[in-house]
């Protein structure tokens, strides 16, 4: 009994230690996730709102054109088109839509632009139209400024037509929407993207026909994961520790009462 206080201010000084590892495991999560938000603007949308920002056509001979109104809020939005008489179906699609660093860029002030690994881009999306009379099914390839590697990213819900459709691309390597990373990996594509590129895949109703579709852009995002997600990986990384520390703390009651002595 005589050594209690001593156990107690041993106890005291523990639980203080135990507290304050805490409290800078907490920071350290907060300052990986904040830190990684360096190099690309995340989150960014790109809504044009006074020119197309550098965008391209299909094949990057001429900007896309503006519209002061009619996006999917009502608001400026950019297009393009495309013609498939020499469309062959079965090959690969069009690229319609190109947001590039070059030739040209970049696009967008080069916001886009960069590690979307480390700068915590997880999601892409897009508002897209077009005026084809069939419906259309919608691709992404992302790639490095030399355009290689890449990653095509299919949405396998066709688009109808005329209708302002959002098309959202996860961008981990889990995402099922992946077709392709040419070769090279997940990691060796986002490490440094330096061009968007938004096509579409050849219809049977429409390869070799002359007719020229009208495809239009607006609110092209990039986005990290919600507040609400960070907060419960922290409090993840936190209940671990919790777990810890009472494990801990368990252990120093069993000192506290003399069991140590
Ligand atoms: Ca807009």
Known sequence: MASFPRNFQLCGRLRMKYFLRIVLSFSICLFIHISSFAVTTVPFQEDFASDSELWTNFNNSALL???????????????????????????????????????????????????????????????????????????????DSVNFPGATSVQFAPVLGNTWTELNFSITPSSPNFVTFEGESFATVFDNIGRMQIGVSIPAGLAGVDQNITFDLDQVAIKTPEPTTLLLSCLGALLGLSRRSKFAGNFLSLGRRGYFE
């Open 65 to 143: 054109s503006f519209n002061a109104a009619g996006g999917p809020d009502g608001s400026s939005y950019a297009s393009g088109s495309f013609n498939f008489l020499n469309s062959v179906f079965g090959d690969q699609g069009p690229v319609v839509f190109r947001g590039e660093t070059t030739p040209g860029g970049p696009a967008s002030g080069g916001n886009f632009f960069g590690n979307w690994i480390a700068d915590g881009v997880r999601e892409f999306s897009v508002f897209v139209r077009h005026d084809s009379p069939v419906p259309l099914t919608f691709f992404t390839r992302f790639a």
